[in-house]
């Protein structure tokens, strides 16, 4: 017993994005509700651990995540990225809007990016939302069509 193998610990990579990781036809809340429902929609993929909801919380109070283009993209500060267990994305789609600290928000992709992931992340996102339309596709489409166009390539 003593000298027995260790059995590896088989890891599943996770993907960016999953079909259920996306909500469309939300209501309008509180920015700390959205940032809540959409981190745990992270942890609840086990992407995080639920500290890392906390942080986005956190982050958030000293520094807007909003980007323009009613696209608002909140993730945790920069302490708690050992609460992150892979690199993933959570999105709500808000089709009248949600405020968001003063600016009209109508998406939210809550992001946990394991080591720089979370740049590239980003950058991918937002150069997505400046696309002609690409917006408006995702505030009017289904989950389905939402997943589609956010998943990326994996």
């Not at 000298?3 to 993907?15: G, I, N, P, T, Y």
């Not at 036809?25 to 993929?45: F, H, P, Y």
């Not at 086990?46 to 909003?66: C, L, P, W």
């Not at 002609?132 to 596709?137: H, I």
């Amino acid at each position: 017993m003593l000298f027995q193998k260790k059995a590896k610990k088989e890891e599943k990579k996770l993907a960016l994005l999953y079909p259920e990781n996306v909500r469309v036809g939300c209501k309008a809340d509180t920015k700390e509700n959205v940032i809540r429902a959409v981190g745990q929609m992270l942890a609840d993929t086990g992407y995080v651990n639920q500290s890392y909801v906390d942080a986005m919380v956190k982050r958030e109070e000293s520094f807007s995540t909003y980007m323009g283009n009613e696209l608002a993209l909140p993730h945790g500060v920069e302490e708690a990225k050992k609460e992150i267990k892979a690199s993933g994305i959570a999105v709500m789609v808000f089709p009248e809007g949600t405020d968001w600290g003063g600016e009209q928000v109508k998406v939210v992709v809550g992001i946990a990016g394991v080591g720089e992931e979370h740049l590239q992340i980003l950058s991918v996102i937002a150069e997505q939302a400046l696309e002609e339309g690409c917006m408006e596709r995702i505030i009017s489409g289904s989950a389905d069509e939402v997943y589609e166009i956010l998943k990326g390539g994996e």
